[in-house]
């Protein structure tokens, strides 16, 4: 009897433990239907950059100077009004001046032969420094009669300096992607001394016509600059359709408990260079690299997504990596974000758990203008090696936007 009870007792003790694992196993095996969807948020922009000469002008005799960073396939662009007229101003042909040449060395030097004393067609013209309707005769601005013209290399019958001999303009390269400008007014030892007023530049693209179109109605903005020497209206055209912004690179992503693509602090590997440097990802197993609503591969503009979807267990993590294209090796990435927190599949908008990395593997040049970066290298793998390890951004250029002005994430489940 004393066995047969034994034996029913250790029978009931196997089934339950039994039971027990069965269960847990349930418990493990729980998975989810998840989708992660990556979207550019960057304001697409014109221009890469603008700024203001001289809020106070060039007084004869005096210079001024500016600087930005700019790369292979970038113009420059400014005006300045030559003062003692009505809508006469300083400027380069209408598409700028290129600051590299074919073979990619940067323009350096004197560049007054390039520039032109232009007039805007808004005012009517009178004798150079002694027209009532000139700023420094004028009673308050916009005061002389409209010209209804279009912008024109001044020929007006009256006679002016030659433009060497009132503005001369230099340009320096300081190394990497920065130069500087300088405009000197040597108009005090000419036959008529003028002010320059303050002026507007911006850095542009080829073929772009930003400030002005030979042949064309001047804009408000440049009316107001070359009339009455108001950089105003230009400058805040510009200024909000100039800045920094890019595509993102296809990318790759792992599911499970580690990283398979990246390991903060420590070296990169080979397909992450690959993804980090030149936006390849062909070394990794997992991939997203086709923006939704296209029927091929491709980078991801502002305002266009690119979505993956995968099944995970509730132990999985979520990591992954895309390349921020116009930097040497810098990735947006999401490191082992737990894809079931307190036991409940994540949902919802993570772009807070977004970082900008470095890779580690090429030395950074300023975003945008690098002549190692994918839009301006001449071929993978091109730039200056850095040999770090992959490590959070710290040191970004000046002209990058928060993370959230740039890339937005969300991630479903069901």
Known sequence: MKSIFKLTTITFILIFFSSC???DNAINLISKNFT????????AKDYFDSGTISEAGIAPGTSTSFSFNAGKGHYLQFGIMFVKSNDLFYAPNDGGIALYDTNGNATTGNITSQIKLWDAGTEVNEAPGMG???????????????ENGN???????FSYPTTENVIS??????????????INNISDASSLATPLAPGTWVIHSENQKPMFTNGNTASLGLEKLAEDGDNSAMDTNLSSKSGFFSPFAPGAYSIGTLNEIFSIGNTANAALESLAEDGDPSGFTSVFNTPNGSNSPG???????????FTANESDNLSFALMLVHSNDWFFSADT?????????????????????DAGTEADEYAGSGNNQPARQTGANVGVSENGNVTEESSLSENIPTLSDMIKVIITSN
Do not use: R, W
């Open 337 to 357: 974000i737990e894809l079931f927190p307190n036991g409940t599949a994540l949902s919802g908008d993570i772009t807070s758990l977004i970082k900008l990395l």
């Open 169 to 182: 303009v230099m340009i320096a390269h300081n190394g990497g992607t920065l130069f500087t400008v300088t």
């Open 132 to 146: 009532s309707n000139q700023p420094m005769n004028q009673s308050g601005p916009n005061t002389g009669v409209a």
């Open 21 to 23: 694992t069965d269960d």
């Open 36 to 43: 992660v969807t990556i979207e550019n948020v960057f304001e």
């Open 299 to 309: 980078p991801l503009l502002p305002n266009n997504t690119y979505s993956f979807t």
């Open 151 to 157: 912008v024109h290399m001044v020929n007006d019958g």
